[in-house]
């Protein structure tokens, strides 16, 4: 039986997360040692991994280290007052953060300014997340519902920059639906449209397959919600971190084989799974 393999179009690294990736290693070149990141620079294991080679290690906490010189905020970014905090220390700061996240950083900060209740569609467990709403002022509320408390009259809506485009629409209407109860709505769109177009991608190949390939760090929540449209699609899924967790029974009773990846998963981790995947059937 004559097999096909179909990769998802601009699977993969993410322009923020490339940029974050970028500046981890030329900052690993450029020193030596006391190189750190607070928290890993992205959710994927690999890549945390070849920058420890490097020298370049993830902390939670900066009193977990004695010897920091530098300390790159990871993509996702860091609360407001945990930069702030670094800055006093003295530390040398270099900010990764995606200028996406760093955008809705701002627009949250400043619809709190104006006395806007600001409102987060997302995970408020998400680093991002957490980020956003150290911004956003003290009656600020992150949401992955429809149900919104209300403690303000007028509210700013943003979203996590990696939420699935139709769940925030559903938000959404129940939120216009409600207009009556609100005397002004101010709405941003902070939405990744990398995130949005692999979605789409990837919904479409997984329509005409009969088994997806999810690659991307378990801890990854856009790889998370590619793995899930896959499998309410109804297609055989699999999500892995690493190459070697494919078998070969899962790949010899198919005919089609689609494989996309996370914003966290770099080409040669892709790479890698196309030449395994292409090895298992040979």
């Given at each position: 039986m004559q097999k096909e393999i179909v990769i998802v179009k601009g699977a993969g690294f993410?322009?923020?997360?490339?940029?974050?990736?970028?500046?981890?290693?030329?900052?690993?070149?450029?020193?030596?040692?006391?190189?750190?990141?607070?928290?890993?620079?992205?959710?994927?294991?690999?890549?945390?991994?070849?920058?420890?080679e490097m020298g370049v290690f993830p902390i939670?906490?900066?009193?977990?280290?004695?010897?920091?010189?530098?300390?790159?905020?990871?993509a996702h970014g860091i609360p407001k007052e945990k930069l702030n905090q670094l800055k006093?220390?003295?530390?040398?700061?270099?900010?990764?953060?995606?200028?996406?996240v760093k955008k809705a950083q701002r627009i949250a900060e400043k619809l709190s300014s104006e006395g806007y209740q600001v409102i987060i569609i997302g995970d408020k467990e998400h680093p991002e997340v957490k980020g956003i709403h150290s911004y956003a002022g003290q009656n600020a509320i992150v949401i992955n519902s429809e149900n919104i408390?209300?403690?303000?009259?007028?509210?700013?809506?943003?979203?996590?920059?990696?939420?699935?485009?139709?769940?925030?629409?559903?938000?959404?209407?129940k939120i216009?639906?409600?207009?009556?109860?609100?005397?002004?709505?101010r709405i941003f769109n902070t939405l990744c449209n990398f995130t949005s177009r692999r979605l789409e991608a990837?919904?479409?190949?997984?329509?005409?397959?009969?088994?997806?390939?999810?690659?991307?760090?378990?801890?990854?929540?856009?790889?998370?919600?590619?793995?899930?449209?896959?499998?309410?699609?109804g297609v055989k899924t699999y999500h892995i971190e690493d190459p070697k967790e494919i078998k070969k029974?899962?790949?010899t009773p198919v005919k089609k084989i689609?494989?996309?990846?996370?914003?966290?998963?770099?080409?040669?981790?892709?790479?890698?799974?196309?030449?395994?995947?292409?090895?298992?059937?040979?």
């Amino acid at each position: 039986m004559q097999k096909e393999i179909v990769i998802v179009k601009g699977a993969g690294f993410c322009f923020g997360v490339k940029r974050a990736i970028d500046i981890a290693f030329d900052i690993a070149k450029k020193y030596n040692s006391g190189v750190f990141t607070l928290g890993p620079i992205i959710h994927n294991p690999q890549v945390v991994e070849k920058l420890k080679e490097m020298g370049v290690f993830p902390i939670e906490n900066v009193s977990e280290k004695n010897d920091i010189k530098t300390l790159i905020i990871r993509a996702h970014g860091i609360p407001k007052e945990k930069l702030n905090q670094l800055k006093l220390l003295g530390y040398e700061i270099i900010d990764a953060t995606c200028p996406f996240v760093k955008k809705a950083q701002r627009i949250a900060e400043k619809l709190s300014s104006e006395g806007y209740q600001v409102i987060i569609i997302g995970d408020k467990e998400h680093p991002e997340v957490k980020g956003i709403h150290s911004y956003a002022g003290q009656n600020a509320i992150v949401i992955n519902s429809e149900n919104i408390p209300i403690l303000n009259k007028k509210i700013g809506i943003i979203q996590q920059t990696t939420q699935p485009f139709m769940k925030v629409k559903e938000i959404m209407k129940k939120i216009i639906n409600s207009l009556n109860e609100f005397e002004e709505i101010r709405i941003f769109n902070t939405l990744c449209n990398f995130t949005s177009r692999r979605l789409e991608a990837t919904e479409k190949v997984a329509k005409n397959v009969d088994l997806m390939i999810v690659v991307g760090g378990k801890n990854s929540a856009n790889t998370n919600q590619l793995a899930s449209l896959c499998k309410k699609i109804g297609v055989k899924t699999y999500h892995i971190e690493d190459p070697k967790e494919i078998k070969k029974n899962w790949i010899t009773p198919v005919k089609k084989i689609g494989i996309t990846a996370g914003a966290s998963t770099p080409d040669w981790i892709i790479e890698k799974v196309i030449d395994r995947v292409k090895r298992l059937l040979n």
